[in-house]
Nanobody, 125 residues
Framework: MRLVESGGGSVQAGGSLRLSCRVSGYTYITFCMGWFRQSPGKEREGVTAIDRNSFSPYADSVKGRFTIARDDAKNTLYLQMNSLKPEDTGMYYC????????????????????WGQGTQVFVSS
């Protein structure tokens, strides 16, 4: 499975970006897909995820501002990011789980098997 992110860039605080993740390969084995981010000196953290039933939890820090969506016909995962803040700056990764993710752990990076190369987001104040 191959995941390729795009859509990152630089934006002022309050602005918006939409990230995309094109998935190719054995997509039928995907149980859950998620967006993660990592800033320098910090651990990778879960931002949001979406499973086959469209259940989509969000990290508290992005609730009400970010929206995840999937278009299975296009094998593409999206992340709409609005009202961006400087603390949203980081490398954003999309990931796919090739096995069921335990309840309560959809935002845990360790539950995901396939990762993209990341796309950089920079939010200036």
């Amino acid at each position: 499975m191959r995941l390729v992110e795009s859509g990152g860039g630089s934006v002022q605080a309050g602005g918006s970006l939409r990230l995309s993740c094109r998935v190719s390969g054995y997509t039928y084995i995907t149980f859950c897909m998620g967006w993660f981010r990592q800033s320098p000196g910090k651990e990778r953290e879960g931002v949001t995820a979406i499973d086959r039933n469209s259940f989509s939890p969000y990290a508290d820090s992005v609730k009400g501002r970010f929206t995840i969506a999937r278009d299975d016909a296009k094998n593409t995962l999206y992340l709409q990011m609005n009202s961006l803040k400087p603390e949203d700056t980081g490398m954003y990764y999309c990931a796919a789980a090739g096995r069921p993710v335990p309840v309560g752990a959809p935002l845990a990076p360790s539950e995901y098997d396939y990762w993209g190369q990341g796309t950089q987001v920079f939010v200036s104040s």
